[in-house]
């Protein structure tokens, strides 16, 4: 399976399930198997340790404890379709890990929005102590 232009998965590692689809659909949905549960094995892939790191963390729930992605597709009434599917959701999470996020630059806040920030902060203390009862002379 194709991902993206530098990486290729081995169709060895996938593993597709079929189970009846829920919701609507007469008979035909209480007769056949058209929902798509793909498998994949993240552990045992060959894919770089960074990019296997980045999927975990974007696949979520979706990740076993054993380190299998399973991705879940019953949106069509066709099998052909959902394996299509969930195929395409797979290769997007992946491409999606493929793809390092960019480093952070920090920054600092500029002088003018510190001076409104402050400004607006004396304001609203102003406007609470005018809420105050007038102190008691005893």
């Given amino acids: 399976m194709r991902v993206n232009d530098e990486i290729t998965i081995d169709e060895a590692l996938l593993e597709e399930r079929y189970a009846r689809a829920s919701g609507p659909g007469g008979q ?6 058209t929902a798509v549960q793909l498998r994949f094995d993240l552990a045992a892939s060959p894919l770089p340790d960074a990019m296997k790191a980045r999927a975990r963390r ?4 979706r990740l076993t404890s054993l380190g ?7 949106d069509d009434r066709s099998r ?8 395409k959701r797979l290769a997007a999470l992946l491409d999606k890990a493929s793809k390092a996020p960019k480093p ?6 500029s002088l ?3 001076k409104r920030q402050k400004e607006k902060k004396a304001q609203t203390a102003r406007k609470k102590a005018l809420r105050k009862p007038p102190a008691r002379d005893d």
């Fill in 28 to 33: 035909h949905v209480n007769k056949a198997e």
């Fill in 58 to 61: 974007l696949a979520g729930s």
């Fill in 68 to 74: 299998v992605i399973i991705i879940h597709a019953e």
């Fill in 80 to 87: 052909e379709r959902n394996r299509q599917l969930a195929r």
């Fill in 104 to 109: 952070r630059k920090a920054s600092r806040p």
């Fill in 112 to 114: 003018a929005s510190v």
